[in-house]
């Protein structure tokens, strides 16, 4: 690949990784806002354990700067933005392109909230069964781990799926795309949440448990990692921030695309699913006519891409 050639591809694969990790990054640190508004009610929340909450929510507002002064690898400059999408807009600051892409998350996390909830409520039953003081509270801390997890994961996923489909090495997408990680605001949420009661969490889960609170976790996962539901919800967002729009015209232009988008995807999916369907019946007629019935088992599971949803 030559050098024009990567840059042209960072430039499509930019526009796909913010889709993704916008929606993950932002939905999550949601959870931590709410998380931390149930945590300041704790009796321990004071002095050292009250400084190492402020310390990962400093943490957050870090990386959001970096993002958004980034002198390299710009991603929320309106100047960087080609002709093309830059007639779409109206007279907004890199601050307000920014805000509109953290608003996706927060769509996320409004229309996904009863799974945030589930999850919560199994690491409330966990705690209450091991006899641990504060289970509601400690829970929410648990749940906001849990879930910028799940966004370092999307995060993971989606370089995955570039590196694969666009044949970009790994180092340069880390290079390029590695301002994304939440790496170090979860290393300090999880400092802040085990000061919060110490020895709180060292139990160990029953099998149960532990299968109820991975259930609940893949729930919210298939949720944010989708990008049929990125692009609704980018659309959703659309309606609240029409005046980032040049006109009226343009933002229904947007939102047109978009949808028209969701529906390939939708259309590809079925298309997909159909030849799965297709395939296993196949496989089981095979197998009862007695034919080696091990030789497609595994190429059912979804590859990397299906995961993601691209």
């Not at 570039?162 to 044949?167: P, R």
């Not at 448990?209 to 729930?219: L, S, V």
């Not at 298309?271 to 080696?292: L, P, Q, V, W």
């Amino acid at each position: 690949m030559t050098y024009e050639e990567l840059n042209r591809t960072i430039a499509i694969v930019a526009s796909q990784v913010k889709l993704a990790v916008g929606i993950g990054n932002n939905a999550a640190w949601a959870a931590v806002l709410e998380a931390h508004d149930h945590i300041r009610q704790h009796r321990n929340y004071r002095h050292e354990v009250k400084r190492l909450y402020k310390q990962a929510l400093q943490e957050f507002h870090d990386y959001e700067s970096r993002l958004i002064h980034a002198q390299k690898n710009r991603m929320f400059r309106v100047s960087d933005m080609s002709a093309n999408t830059r007639k779409k807009y109206g007279n907004i600051t890199d601050r307000e392109y920014y805000d509109f892409w953290t608003a996706t998350g927060a769509t996320a996390y409004a229309q996904t909230r009863p799974f945030v909830t589930n999850l919560h409520n199994k690491y409330r039953i966990s705690l209450e069964a091991h006899g641990v003081r504060q289970p509601e509270i400690l829970a929410w801390a648990m749940t906001a781990d849990a879930c910028l997890k799940i966004a370092k994961q999307i995060y993971t996923m989606t370089l995955q799926v570039m590196e694969d489909v666009f044949k970009v090495p790994r180092k340069i997408l880390i290079e390029v795309f590695g301002q994304f990680d939440l790496s170090r605001v979860i290393a300090c949420w999880q400092t802040a949440m085990r000061s919060t009661d110490k020895g709180a969490f060292d139990y160990n889960m029953t099998d149960i448990e532990r299968k109820n609170i991975e259930h609940a976790i893949d729930d919210i996962i298939d949720r944010w990692s989708d990008t049929q539901k990125h692009l609704c919800i980018t659309n959703e967002t659309m309606k609240d921030y029409d005046d980032i729009f040049r006109t009226k015209g343009e933002l229904k232009k947007a939102q047109r695309e978009l949808s028209e988008l969701e529906q390939e995807l939708k259309e590809d999916e079925d298309k997909r699913n159909y030849e799965r369907r297709e395939r296993k019946i196949k496989f089981a007629a095979t197998a009862d006519e007695g034919g080696n019935s091990d030789t497609t088992g595994k190429a059912e599971l979804p590859s990397a891409v299906e995961l993601v949803g691209c």
